[in-house]
């Protein structure tokens, strides 16, 4: 079956514009997640959806970011005013129990990032 | 608060040799463990997770990883290394919160030597 899908995989933007990145989610999983990758920082958590709420917007890293979920499925990572240091990989995943030890999330390709 | 810590950023061995990554974990409660594996350019991959039922668990790829309680360890091994094997390795353990967030170490990247 369809795993999960991310759009572009590949956006370079001019410092100062707003960027939009996309997630497709395996069909059926309530539970999506983005992460951030990049050199300095690993891999780190960013929001987390359960249907279209976000109980967990923990790790994002300021108020120029921003996701939503519609239809408890695609997701929408906004980033406004992007700097140089949003450059990164944009990873979504998806799963079906978030709380029991079945968690097992599925991720997609990324997103990368360029500010220039 | 949970967290992982890969020891080791870089792991070189030659193809045929045991692969041993290590991961040691810090948890208030008793933690879900997962190894990703990240091919080039690709999403990560699920190689294994521990979740109790058994210390000793087995991946796909011929990869397995003990979950040693006294050590606060779940290194992943495999006895034999191919070349296909050669990708980035991150160990995580599930957050404490009931969202199933993953926190991840830093990545180990494994380099297999023909």
């Known amino acids: 079956g369809a795993g999960v899908s991310q759009s572009p995989s590949n956006k370079v933007t001019e410092k100062g514009k707003d960027v939009e990145l996309r997630c497709d989610p395996i069909?059926?999983?309530?539970?999506l997640y983005w992460y951030r990758q990049s050199l300095g920082q690993g891999l780190e958590f960013l929001i987390y959806?359960?249907?279209?709420?976000?109980?967990?917007k923990s790790g994002l890293p300021s108020d120029r970011f921003s996701a939503e979920r519609t239809g408890g499925s695609v997701s929408t990572l906004t980033i406004q005013r992007t700097q140089q240091e949003d450059s990164a990989v944009y990873l979504c995943?998806?799963?079906?129990?978030?709380?029991?030890?079945?968690?097992?999330?599925?991720f997609g390709p990324g997103t990368r990032l360029t500010v220039l | 608060a949970q967290s992982v810590t890969q020891l080791g950023s870089h792991v070189s061995v030659s193809e045929g040799a045991l692969v041993l990554l290590r991961c040691n974990y810090s948890?208030?409660?008793?933690?879900?463990l997962f190894w990703y594996v990240q091919y080039p350019n690709q999403g990560l991959q699920l190689l294994l997770k521990?979740?109790?039922?058994?210390?000793l668990v087995k991946g796909i790829n011929g990869f397995e990883a003990e979950f040693k309680k006294s050590e606060t360890s779940f290194h992943l091994t495999k006895p034999s290394a191919h070349m296909s094997d050669a990708a980035e390795y991150f160990c995580?353990?599930?957050?404490?919160?009931?969202?199933?967030?993953?926190?991840f170490g830093q990545g180990t990247t494994l380099q297999v030597k023909p």
């Open positions: 948890s208030s409660v008793p933690p879900y």
């Open positions: 995580a353990v599930r957050g404490s919160s009931n969202t199933g967030k993953l926190i």
């Open positions: 995943a998806s799963s079906l129990a978030p709380d029991s030890s079945y968690n097992e999330q599925f």
């Open positions: 959806f359960q249907g279209n709420s976000a109980p967990d």
């Open positions: 521990y979740t109790s039922a058994a210390t």
């Open positions: 069909s059926g999983h309530t539970a």
